[in-house]
Structure formats: C-alpha cells, structure tokens
C-alpha cells in the first residue's frame, strides 16, 4: 500500500525525468536516497525532494563528477550554495558562448555550401572559372598570427599555432577556411605564398579581422589549396584586360570542403580581390 504524502518511485522517476535503475543507483551509492524506505523495500520520495534531484540533474549534465556533488550534498549551507551556483553558472556561461559558435560556424558553413552548389548547378562547366564583378558588403574573418608560407607545405605547427589560438578564443573548429595573400605578393605574383590563415566567420563577436565593404572580383574553381593559382592567372589576366586598380589583399576560401564532397575535385575554391 502507497504511503500517504509520499511519491513512490515511478511516480518521482517521472517527475524528475530520471530512470528507476539511475535512482536506485543513487540510493546505492549513498548520493540520493528516497525519504523513506518500507519494510518490503518500496522507495518512497517526498515532494521537497524533486528541487534536489532538479539540482543533482544540472550540475551532472553541466560535467560536475557525482563524487563532488555529493560531497555538497553532504555538507550543505547557504553559503555553500551560492558559491557553487554562481561558479556552475559561469561553467553554463562558457557551454552557451561555445555552443554559440558551434551555431555560427553551422550556419556559415551550410550558407557557403549551398550557395556553391547552387552556382555549379546554374553554370555551365566552362563557366565555372569565370571571372566575377560582385558588390560585397563587410565579411568577418578570424585570422591567424602573421606567417609566411607556402600554401601547399605550411609546416604542422603553423596549423597547430592556428587551432590553438582559435581554441583560446573559443573559435569553433569547420569554418570555411582559406588563406589571405598580402596585396604585394598577388601583385608581383607570389601567389603561392599566404601571410594568414583564415577563417570565414559569420558573427563579428567572432572575428579579429574583416573582408571590407566594397566591389570585388571573384573566381571559383574545382579542387583544394593546391588548385588556385590557375584562377590566380586568370585574376591578373581580368584584371589587366579591365584596367582594374587592386584595393585589398587576396581572400581564398573553401567553400566546398570535405564536409560537401569526398574527392578533391568536388571541391571548390573561391578567391576574392577587392578592386576598382
């Protein structure tokens, strides 16, 4: 027979959107035990309980081991509380801020993949290198430390100087990445060489540099890093013919990665000169 004023097992699991065999677990190891315990074994929990079981649940989906909550469980006081809600808090903080941009680096990346896509589907194949005049307005980059290396051999720990100075910013890896060439290597033809590493971002929170406003001429072709100094000839070849001055530096970008296509020639690179 139920106890009066009490929630039986089922009744709390549902409540607590916690598992029976999770609860019994936390009976076992002593972290959270029902109120009171019958004869013939039957768990019962009182009300109070749910708003500490809600506790337990946040701060073990948040990372906090089991054995550091019970050990505040054990020795609760006001102010104990409220130091680890406000130190738990900042941990949610920092999950949010990363979560965030995981979220940008989405929906920049499935922006640029669908537009690529989209440009393969409505061109012809000889038109793919085609030169572009285009009115961009402001792009956010997140840039490396400045270097100087050849695209196609940048050393490993120039990568790794790059993943951990966007680790340390909480720059969420898969971004459209590319390379930026300084203005005076594209224009005495140096083009193999990158002074940046880039990544395309979306939101400004998560940029230390920018693409600005302007008029741009634009080059797409099939294939990786190694691929562009085709499009590269081409760029100087349009630019010449046209009489353009070059205003900025050069942005490359991947627009279609390994995330779009499995082979290197589904790739698609993209460069970018601002000119007038």
Not at 2 to 24: D, P, Q
Not at 148 to 157: H, L, M, N, Q, W
Not at 215 to 237: K, Q
Request: with cysteine; net charge negative.
């Amino acid at each position: 027979m139920k106890k009066e004023g009490y929630l039986t097992i089922s009744e709390f699991s549902e409540i607590a959107e916690v598992s029976r065999k999770t609860l019994i677990f936390y009976d076992n190891i002593g972290l959270f035990s029902p109120e009171y315990t019958a004869e013939n074994g039957y768990r019962y929990y009182s009300h109070e309980q749910i708003y500490i079981i809600f506790v337990i649940n946040i701060l073990k989906e948040i990372g906090m081991p089991l054995k550091r909550i019970g050990a505040f469980l054990r020795q609760r006081t006001p102010a104990e509380a409220v130091s680890l809600l406000r130190q738990q808090a900042g941990v949610i903080d920092q999950k949010i801020r990363s979560l965030q941009s995981f979220r940008d680096m989405l929906d920049i990346k499935a922006e640029r993949l669908a537009e690529a896509a989209e440009t393969d589907d409505s061109e012809r194949e000889s038109e793919k290198s085609a030169v572009r005049l285009v009115a961009q307005k402001e792009r956010f980059l997140f840039l490396s430390d400045p270097e100087d290396v050849r695209k196609t051999e940048v050393p490993d720990a120039v990568w790794l100087r790059f993943y951990m100075k966007c680790k340390a910013h909480g720059i969420a890896m898969g971004y459209p990445e590319g390379f930026l060439v300084k203005r005076e290597d594209f224009l005495s033809g140096r083009t193999e060489r990158a002074s940046n590493i880039i990544f395309h971002v979306g939101d400004p929170l998560y940029a230390n540099g920018v693409m600005p406003a302007g008029t741009y001429l634009a080059v797409r072709g099939r294939g990786g890093f190694g691929d562009t100094e085709p499009l590269y000839r081409r760029l100087e070849e349009y630019i010449a013919e046209n009489q353009h001055e070059v205003m900025s530096d050069v942005y490359e970008e991947r627009m279609i990665d390994e995330i779009g296509s499995d082979s290197r020639e589904g790739q698609v690179m993209e460069i970018r000169v601002r000119v007038r």
